[in-house]
């Protein structure tokens, strides 16, 4: 009996032994870190992850550190009230709290600390729960919020959030300062805006169906322009908690455009003007011919004045195209901004980059002061890049960098300068043969090439030349009255090739004028001097100075302008040669 009984305490003794060894394991694999606690605040248990949280081992801490050991300075009195709290009247303590514990590296961890009392003893057991990074997210969210509270509190335009039912539910300071009135003052309509009765142009459920909504208008209270973007306030779960409205005044901008406006109205009444009274147009802008094929000019430059867009104007040489690029600038927005023509082939390459950018004092041996260069010069206005197909490859990248609104730097200069130019080219060069060969880069031709003008030469448009005659002849003063040019000789003229074109014509009527006799070098139809001024024969001084003209003028045109191959060719030097052009009147581009 007493055997049995043996057994029976046995039994129930190793059943005891292996649910406290089961509870020891769930004890000790807890994933959360435990501690007991007793009374004298002697920590008689831990798990393993307190041992990782705290630094510490089973052997360091189990019955020999004091629980208060780990608190933080600040904590420690409440801890210790709560400790004795909860064994003298249990139901007064809180059961879970948040205090800061220090571990072995000195580093500090927020801890959510639940406790309970193991009935019938003094002693707790406590879970800490490592809150520290909950925490860290908390503060950052209310750092944010912070930022963004001194964002909107700063921000100079006017902002308000308001509810579905038109509710105000804040707006920020420089509102508050405008209406003399807080978000508790009444709904949305009447504190912003002055009415009795929702905005006409609110679309207050648009807004709270999730859409974002602009407008601009007129605000009647102090009559300034505002945008208006009002934006749905969004809930986690998707709905719509709230409408916030911002509010800038525009009307700065406002005022400019419609200044813009008005005068791209009058422009384009002025282009109608000058349509409508040019249906037979003989004049425009000081361009002189009524042909069809220069009422196609005309046309085209209405067209690039109102555009703005960068022009080529593609044609012989002296067939006008520096007068329709003036034109061009004339009838544009830009007409009370510089004209500034170039003529790139004069540039010697090595003086490019200063001519077209400037430098500033001391940027090289003779710099003694800052020079603007040709595009901060036609700044606002139009630059004018005669011959444009000079313009060296390594140049044409620096322009289009320029040209693409990065600026430049002039030479010495550090900061970067940008001005807002319109470009005009013109050139009696084959641009895309010169891009085929590589002598133009295509960005750049591109960039040039948006509103093309071709000038027609002068022998294909033979009908003009009467009037171009007339035009030369009654602006060139003469003592005396002008001589007439009879039929035959107006005959000759439509007949010549005229490889000067325009200046051509004027500089033969110049000749007429000031020699008294008319030369056409090259006339195919024989010489018709003789019979223009019948029975005066010129003397010996006249023919050689014609002759020489007529060499000088023949040269420049096979060396295409270039004064200093045409200097050489002749076995003159350049200021010899130059100093005869001017004598004769002669361009020699
Ligand atoms: N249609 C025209 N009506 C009146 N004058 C003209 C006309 N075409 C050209 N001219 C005159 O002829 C001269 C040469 O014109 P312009 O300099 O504009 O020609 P261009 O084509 O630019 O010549 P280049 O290619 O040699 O620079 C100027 O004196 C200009 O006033």
Known sequence: MKDSQNVVWQERAEKAEEDARFYRMIFEKSTAPTIVIEADYTISRINERVEELLGYSKEEIEGKIDWLRFAVKEDLERMMRYHHLRRNDPAAAPGEYECRLMNRDGQIHDILIKLDMIRGTTTSVATLVNVTAEKEVVKTLRQREAEFRAIVEHFTGFLYTCHRDYRLAYINGPLGERTGKDANSGPCYEVVYGRTEPCLWCENDEVFSGKTLEVERLDPLDERWYSIVTTPIGGEDGSVLLRQTVMVDITERKMAEERMRSRAALLMEENERLKSSMKDRYRFHGIVGKSPEMQCVYDRILQAAGSGAAVVIRGESGTGKELVAQAIHGLSPR??????????GAIPETLMESEFFGYKKGAFTGAAEDKKGLLEMAGGGTLFLDEVGEIPLSMQVKLLRALEGNGFRPLGGREHVRTDIRIIAATHRNMEGMVAEG?????????????????????????????LVEHFLSAMEHDGGLPKLDARIMEAFSKYTWPGNVRELQNVLQRYVTLGSLDLPLMEEGDVNGEMRPGEIQNLKERLFMREREILMETLRRCKGHRGHTAEMLGIDRRTLERKMARYDLRGE
């Open 335 to 344: 007409a009370d901004k510089p004209f500034v023509p170039v003529n790139c």
């Open 439 to 467: 002598r133009m880069r295509q960005d750049f031709f591109y960039r040039l090439h948006i509103i093309p003008i071709h000038l027609p030469a002068l022998r294909k448009r033979t009908s003009d030349i009467p009037l």
